[in-house]
Antibody, heavy 120, light 107 residues
Framework: EVQLVDSGGGLVQPGGSLRLSCAAS????????MDWVRQAPGKGLEWVGR??????????EYAASVKGRFTISRDDSKNSLYLQMNSLKTEDTAVYYC???????????WGQGTLVTVSS | DIQLTQSPSFLSASVRDRVSITCRAS??????LAWYQQKPGKAPKLLIY???TLQSGVPSRFSGSGSGTEFILTIRSLQPEDSATYYC?????????FGQGTRLEIK
């Protein structure tokens, strides 16, 4: 069974940093692109970014709203995905989901989400 | 960026009704569109990809159509468990974008 478990959320002050993790199981993690998607309280879904697989040199893509502040990485030996968030702003407050990109590059499995609150 | 506009934003219908949700793209995206269902407090669930292909395990009362700039999600014979928010998403170009969502209420 495919499982994605998000963790690492919490309360952080504006300007601070936080690292989210996503533990994957039940599939060959290294074969898939992986993404982060967020959802601010009461709002819609916003794509954060993507990391490709080793065959594609682990290259990344980011939304303009987080580019230069957030970094996506992965450790295929640990079946884990990460989101390093720096220079956090109040508008980064959201539930963050990791998501697996399918062969057609849509999100076929999602984590349960982890809440990040940026507030003083 | 490709903007996706869903209509309506809110929909109220009865059990066994047929409903449709439209997603319009600001530029052509071929068939690179997916639909998701999200219930409160839960992660989204993939329903349809490539505009019209039903994801494995999704009931056949869900269907998708369209290409280019206009897409439709149709749910026939509504069930109480279909109460949720529905999002379209394009994967044609970066940044990946979602529609603003359509909340479906079952009367």
């Amino acid at each position: 069974e495919v499982q994605l478990v998000d963790s690492g959320g919490g309360l952080v002050q504006p300007g601070g940093s936080l690292r989210l993790s996503c533990a994957a199981s039940g599939f060959t993690f290294s074969d898939h692109y992986m993404d982060w998607v967020r959802q601010a309280p009461g709002k819609g879904l916003e794509w954060v970014g993507r990391i490709r697989k080793k065959a594609n040199s682990y290259t990344t893509e980011y939304a303009a709203s987080v580019k230069g502040r957030f970094t996506i990485s992965r450790d295929d030996s640990k079946n884990s995905l990460y989101l390093q968030m720096n220079s956090l702003k109040t508008e980064d407050t959201a539930v963050y989901y990791c998501a697996r990109a399918s062969g057609t590059f849509v999100f076929d499995y999602w984590g349960q989400g982890t809440l990040v609150t940026v507030s003083s | 960026d490709i903007q996706l506009t869903q209509s309506p934003s809110f929909l109220s219908a009865s059990v066994r009704d047929r409903v449709s949700i439209t997603c319009r793209a600001s530029q052509g995206i071929s068939s690179d569109l997916a639909w998701y269902q999200q219930k409160p407090g839960k992660a989204p669930k993939l329903l349809i990809y490539a505009a019209s292909t039903l994801q494995s395990g999704v009931p056949s009362r869900f269907s998708g159509s369209g290409s280019g700039t206009e897409f439709i999600l149709t749910i026939r014979s509504l069930q109480p468990e279909d109460s949720a928010t529905y999002y379209c998403q394009q994967r044609n170009s970066y940044p990946i974008t979602f529609g603003q969502g359509t909340r479906l209420e079952i009367k």
